[in-house]
Structure formats: structure tokens, C-alpha cells
């Protein structure tokens, strides 16, 4: 079974501190995303990496960033918490087509940040 | 027009009941599509594929109407524990071709 894995169920930061959540899969994914996922809004992703070192940007990025040293690790930063990144965010790993069987996407259970 | 659009519901349906709902797509290029589970507070976990043939597992029938542009999903003999937010994956401007829809609310009621 894939697994993923996220650092934290919990966290609560004050504003201005930065903020690093990591996620971790076990399936030698080549895709790893970065969601959050806010009431009436859905998911919205935040960024993607399709590769060591290589990152997108999603739809949402400002105030973020993301580091990918290693092929299972994906970290979220947020430079300086504000309220408004208050939140329940979800990292998520896939195969790239061809690589595996399917590409759809599998979660860790998700951390939530509260930022006071 | 969005890319993939769902009907948040709720859906409130009694138990023993078939329930269907659909999730329509923009982007016609795509050939994967998929529909997600989501229980409150937890992350969303894979319920099933959607082929072009359709795809049946057990009490749940997923199919595409690519005529249409759209998925549904089926539930036949609702159980409580159905209950959650279903979540569809089509075409869409996502990092990898995918997009999510904000997903339908299901509830289902002794």
C-alpha cells in the first residue's frame, strides 16, 4: 500500500514564524503536491514538484515556498505565518504516466496549521 | 466556466436508498478520471477509477459520458457509513492534467 506521510496532525504558530511541514511517500513517486483545503473553497494547490529539485508553482503560492532534496521528501515553508494561512493542508504523491499503473493521487491524513 | 464542477448538496438520503450524483468537466483532451472519498476532517482517499467502459465495485458504479462531459457516481444501498463528501478528478489546468472538484456532501439518514 502507498503510504504518506505528513510531519505533524497538529501545529500552532504565531504570526511572523516560519513554518516548515514535511510529507514523506514510500512508493517512489515522481509527482509530489502541496494542497490546502479551506471550507466552501476545496482543494487548492499550493505547488507542485515533478522531480528532485523541480517545482511549479499552483494556483496559490504566495507566502509559500517548497524544497525537494530528496525524491520521497516534500516540504512546505511558509516564509512568515500570517492568520490567513490558517488551515487544513494535504500532501499528496503520484506515479507520472507510464511509471506506474494509474496517477491518481494519494494523501497523507493532512495537517492541521492554526496560526494565531 | 470551471473545470470541474460538482453540486456541494447536501444530498440527504435515507438508508437503503440509490443515490446519484455527477461531476461535469470543460477539458474534453483528458482520459483519466477518478472519484475520491472524504470523511470529515480526514484526507481524501481513492474510492475509485472511472473507465471509458464504466466501472462497477460492488454497491458503487462509476461512469463517463464524454458526449456530455461528465462523470457519475452511483450508490446502491446506501449505508450510514457512506455518509462523506465525495470528491471528482477530471481535465483541468492542474500541475499534472488533474483538476478536483470541491466535491458533493452526502448524508445519509437512518
Known amino acids: 500500500d502507498v503510504k504518506v506521510t505528513q510531519s505533524s496532525r497538529y501545529l500552532v504558530k504565531r504570526t511572523g514564524e516560519k513554518v516548515f511541514l514535511e510529507c514523506v511517500q514510500d512508493?517512489?513517486?515522481?509527482?509530489m503536491f502541496w494542497y490546502r483545503q479551506d471550507p466552501g473553497l476545496g482543494l487548492r494547490l499550493i505547488y507542485f514538484?515533478?522531480?528532485?529539485?523541480?517545482?511549479e508553482k499552483g494556483d496559490i503560492p504566495e507566502g509559500y515556498s517548497v524544497s525537494r532534496e530528496k525524491k520521497e521528501r516534500f516540504s512546505l515553508i511558509l516564509e512568515s505565518a500570517s492568520t490567513n494561512q490558517t488551515s487544513m493542508y494535504l500532501c499528496?504523491?503520484?506515479?507520472?504516466?507510464?511509471?506506474?499503473?494509474?496517477?491518481?493521487?494519494?494523501f497523507g491524513p493532512g495537517t492541521r496549521l492554526t496560526v494565531t | 466556466r470551471k473545470e470541474v464542477e460538482q453540486d456541494p448538496g447536501p444530498f440527504n438520503v435515507p438508508e437503503g436508498a440509490t443515490v446519484a450524483f455527477n461531476c461535469t468537466y470543460s477539458?474534453?483532451?483528458?482520459?483519466?478520471f477518478f472519484w475520491y472519498r472524504q470523511d470529515c476532517r480526514k484526507e481524501p482517499k481513492l474510492l475509485m477509477s472511472?473507465?471509458?467502459s464504466g466501472n462497477e465495485d460492488g454497491r458503487f458504479t462509476a461512469q463517463l459520458n464524454r458526449a456530455s462531459q461528465y462523470i457519475s457516481l452511483l450508490i446502491r444501498d446506501s449505508k450510514l457509513s457512506d455518509s462523506a463528501t465525495y470528491l471528482c478528478?477530471?481535465?483541468?489546468?492542474?500541475?499534472?492534467?488533474?483538476?478536483f472538484g470541491k466535491g458533493t456532501h452526502l448524508i445519509i439518514q437512518p
Open positions: 499528496a504523491s503520484s506515479w507520472t504516466p507510464g511509471q506506474g499503473p494509474g496517477y491518481e493521487q494519494y
Open positions: 472511472v473507465y471509458s
Open positions: 478528478v477530471g481535465p483541468g489546468g492542474g500541475a499534472d492534467g488533474l483538476t
Open positions: 477539458n474534453s483532451a483528458s482520459q483519466s
Open positions: 512508493m517512489d513517486h515522481e509527482n
Open positions: 514538484s515533478y522531480d528532485v529539485k523541480m517545482k
